[in-house]
């Protein structure tokens, strides 16, 4: 069955880095489009960051320019890499197989002072 783990969530200190990982199986990883999402306390789930089994990426605007998403198809592995973090990213960040609406469990972030 389809399963995504991901990890790396923890607190940072505004302007700090994190990095989270996402073990994928269960799919044909390296032909799969993969996802971040994020959910903030009495918000809606939103899209942060996509990358196609290419490598093409896309972000929202709130993070482009500080958060880079990446893949290792030889580790079915998908990555997000945030810099310059802000009190606002504050959140639960989901690992998703794009677009067919499987998710991971979630990682805390906490930024703040």
């Known amino acids: 069955q389809v399963q995504l783990v991901e990890s790396g969530g923890g607190w940072v200190q505004p302007g700090g880095s994190l990095r989270l990982s996402c073990a994928a199986s269960g799919f044909t990883f390296s032909i799969s489009s993969m996802a971040w999402y994020r959910q903030a306390p009495d918000k809606q789930r939103e899209l942060v960051a996509t990358i196609s089994s290419g490598g093409t990426t896309t972000y929202d605007s709130s993070v482009k320019g500080r958060f880079t998403i990446s893949r290792d198809n030889a580790k079915n592995t998908v990555y997000l890499q945030m810099n310059s973090l802000k009190p606002d990213d504050t959140a639960v960040y989901y690992c998703?197989?794009?677009?067919?609406?499987?998710w991971g469990q979630g990682t805390q972030v906490t930024v703040s002072s």
């Open positions: 998703s197989w794009y677009r067919n609406y499987y």
